[in-house]
Nanobody, 124 residues
């Protein structure tokens, strides 16, 4: 059974940093790309960043460009999201997702596996 487990969430003041981790287990051969999504209270879930497993090609939402960095350690089946210069509007539950599509966009429908989420709270 494929499983994604996030860690690293927490509370931080505006301007601070956090690093999220997502460990994949089970059969990961079909997980061609990994991504981070987030959902703030009362809002729809939105894509934040994506990384392609074989090429490490990345894509970011405009709202996080220049502040967030997605990376991966293939040997550990782990994806990271380094979040710098955090803002209160970054407060959300952050979800890790994996896609069977080789180069997916940041649309939810393209992702097949999801983690349970980790809370990030940024105070002003």
């Amino acid at each position: 059974v494929q499983r994604l487990v996030e860690s690293g969430g927490g509370s931080v003041q505006a301007g601070g940093s956090l690093r999220l981790s997502c460990a994949a287990s089970g059969y990961t051969g079909g997980m061609h790309s990994m991504a981070w999504f987030r959902q703030a209270p009362g809002k729809e879930r939105e894509g934040v960043a994506r990384i392609v497993r074989w090429s490490s090609a990345t894509v970011y939402a405009d709202s996080v460009k220049g502040r967030f960095t997605i990376s991966q350690d293939i040997a550990k089946n782990t994806v990271y999201l380094q979040m710098n210069s955090l803002k209160p509007e970054d407060t959300a539950t952050y979800y890790c997702a994996a896609s069977n599509t080789v180069v997916p966009s940041l649309r939810e429908s393209e992702y097949n596996y999801w983690g349970q989420g980790t809370q990030v709270t940024v105070s002003s």
